[in-house]
């Protein structure tokens, strides 16, 4: 499915609940594709991309941010805490915040460079044990004490278990984001996004749908 297709696709689900055309932030998903599907979709005009590895990134998108005004870098996969320096100076955002050390970690950097990419806390919904996230009991606390760390986080992200109903954690996630006064909410993929912008998604991450598979 083309580019163009999923942004129809999530104006569409825009309007159908109500809510404002651009509302919604479309990331592609770039992580392992081929550098000639990424740049396709850069000469489209699309200019907010996902990555899951910083290493992975370190060797595509210098070189893409130097040839395309305007890119909006997003790091969507975990985040090791030695990687960290690097992330900050490549990511614009980064979605995968998941626990204390790390936000320790990001707040000293941030100090020391005198900024920080904006932060979406990964909340581990279904309370899968091999999944990273903090529990949903533990969320709020997490919150404050990353407020208190005086980081720029502005709003949550999960990924709901595969075998689960994602609507029900789509809904867990919003909930705790009302609560916590925080405006965004990091939630959908390929499919379940039109779901997810029902349920009050501000960014949504599509990577197949876009690209095609992976290896092929």
């Known amino acids: 499915?083309?580019?163009?297709?999923?942004?129809?696709?999530?104006?569409?689900?825009?309007?159908?609940?109500?809510?404002?055309?651009?509302?919604?932030?479309?990331?592609?998903?770039?992580k392992v594709q081929p550098n000639e599907r990424v740049e396709a979709v850069l000469e489209q005009g699309h200019r907010a991309f996902g990555e899951n590895r910083v290493q992975e990134a370190q060797g595509?998108?210098?070189?893409?941010?130097?040839?395309?005004?305007?890119?909006?870098?997003?790091?969507?996969?975990?985040?090791?805490?030695n990687k960290a320096r690097a992330a900050l100076e490549l990511f614009d955002v980064i979605h995968s915040l998941d626990r204390p050390k790390l936000a320790q970690t990001l707040a000293r950097l941030a100090h020391e460079t005198g900024s920080c990419?904006?932060?979406?806390?990964?909340?581990?919904?279904?309370?899968?044990p091999q999944k990273a996230g903090i529990l949903p009991a533990e969320a709020d606390a997490f919150i404050a004490d990353c407020c208190a760390l005086d980081l720029p986080v502005t709003g949550l992200m999960c990924i709901p278990p595969a075998e689960e109903e994602p609507a029900l954690h789509f809904a867990l996630l919003a909930k705790i984001a009302e609560r916590n006064g925080l405006p965004g909410l990091s939630m959908g993929m390929s499919g379940d996004f039109e779901t997810a912008i029902a349920l009050g998604a501000t960014h949504v991450r599509v990577g197949s749908a876009i690209f095609g598979q992976r290896g092929v």
């Open 117 to 128: 990419p904006d932060l979406f806390i990964q909340v581990n919904t279904g309370e899968e």
């Open 1 to 30: 499915m083309l580019l163009k297709e999923i942004l129809s696709r999530v104006s569409a689900a825009e309007c159908k609940v109500g809510r404002a055309e651009g509302s919604v932030k479309l990331i592609a998903i770039s």
């Open 60 to 81: 595509k998108w210098p070189d893409f941010k130097a040839r395309f005004e305007g890119v909006e870098l997003h790091l969507v996969g975990p985040l090791q805490t």
